[in-house]
């Protein structure tokens, strides 16, 4: 059966839908692409599967027959099946997914990372390493897990550690009676104030200070003279 006779008899529009989105998803994936655009392949990936087993006559996801139709359905989608490394990142795409734990745990890897960290994990390849090594040392227990730097257990340990180091500077600080900021206002004379003011804020903008200090000062009330005594 012809690859356009299959895709209309076997696929709702729907199913076509998303792999016509496969095909535009694939024309903007580059070096910025993100974990997410990459996972977002799977339901196609899913159902190339589908189409490849009946096209090879086989109920298993393997084997030669299957693999060539498999990457014939990709290039009929637009996708380039001689780059190896996009290959390799399907692969993990559809590893992660043909296991709800292993969502889980990628799930529980990026809940406990910070912004930072979480956008600089942009390959499913990567991905993948660090779920397999979670369910590795998962199934030894939670020290071993803990002992594995990616898992969800030390990496919110990693932030409870910084969050801890952070509060104890600022008891620290309230013990010396230190608030942040750069000067005392009741306490420090106006020549270490002004130094301060300049060499932070830098010189123009001391200068607009300067100004508007003279219009707050020209506009504050004018003190009352003191009263003279009696007699």
């Known amino acids: 059966m012809a690859i356009e006779d299959i895709k209309r008899t076997d696929l709702t529009q729907n199913e076509r839908d998303v792999l016509a989105a496969d095909t535009e998803r694939w024309k903007h994936m580059g070096a910025g692409a993100h974990l997410q655009d990459w996972l977002n392949f799977y339901t196609g990936l899913d159902i190339r599967r589908r189409l490849a087993m009946r096209l090879a006559h086989t109920n298993q996801p393997a084997g030669r027959g299957y693999n060539e139709m498999f990457s014939t359905l990709m290039r009929e989608d637009g996708i380039d099946t001689a780059d190896k490394s996009a290959m390799t990142a399907f692969t993990a795409v559809m590893w992660l997914n043909e296991d709800p734990e292993r969502l889980t745990i990628l799930r529980e890897i990026l809940n406990a990372m910070t912004p930072g960290q979480r956008a ?8 993948r390493q660090r779920v397999e090594g979670v369910l590795k040392a998962r199934a030894k227990g939670e ?6 730097k990616d898992s969800p257990v030390a990496l919110l340990r990693a932030q409870v550690a910084e969050k801890d180091r952070e509060i104890a500077t600022l008891k620290a600080k309230l ?22 003011i300049v060499g932070n804020v830098g010189v123009n903008k001391a200068r607009s200070l300067h100004h508007s200090l003279g219009q707050a000062i020209a506009a504050a009330p004018k003190p009352k003279p003191p009263k003279r005594p009696a007699g």
């Open 143 to 148: 020290a071993a897990e803990a002992k594995v």
């Open 120 to 127: 600089r994990l942009n390959s499913p390849i990567s991905a």
């Open 175 to 196: 013990a010396k009676g230190e608030d942040g900021s750069l000067f005392d206002l009741a306490r420090d004379n106006v020549e270490d104030i002004a130094r301060t």
